[in-house]
């Protein structure tokens, strides 16, 4: 089992940024595709981006493609989620989420998720 534990996530005026963490324990971090998904208020749960086991390659949801980065250490077991511009649509609940295989495009869902981290983005 993998655990997973979300940070970050705050009140923020449209235009800026916020980092987003997540801690990972349980299993060996490197074995598992690392993702960040959010739900809005009153909205299914989409996906944000994914990245490789390595790091070496990530995929973006359309909405966030260019404005948000999602990186990884491993040394650190985490993965993180910079958020740049943000725009009022962006406010969700934000959930990291990891999967033992890498799909090279969007995820409907992921084997462990964490409990989710709240970004408000006020206009």
């Known amino acids: 089992q993998v655990q997973l534990v979300e940070v970050g996530g705050r009140l923020v005026q449209a235009g800026g940024s916020l980092r987003l963490s997540c801690a990972a324990s349980?299993?060996?971090?490197?074995?598992?595709?690392m993702g960040w998904f959010r739900q809005a208020p009153g909205k299914e749960r989409e996906f944000v981006a994914s990245?490789?086991?390595?790091?070496?390659?990530?995929y973006y949801a359309d909405s966030v493609k260019g404005r948000f980065t999602i990186s990884r250490d491993n040394a650190k077991n985490t993965v993180y989620l910079q958020m740049n511009g943000l725009k009022p649509e962006d406010t969700a609940v934000y959930y990291c989420?990891?999967?033992?295989?890498?799909?090279?495009?969007?995820?409907?869902?992921?084997?462990?998720w964490g409990k989710g981290t709240l970004v408000t983005v006020s206009s």
């Open positions: 990245i490789s086991y390595s790091g070496g390659s990530t």
């Open positions: 349980g299993r060996t971090f490197s074995n598992y595709v």
């Open positions: 989420a990891a999967d033992p295989l890498w799909r090279g495009g969007p995820y409907a869902g992921m084997q462990h």
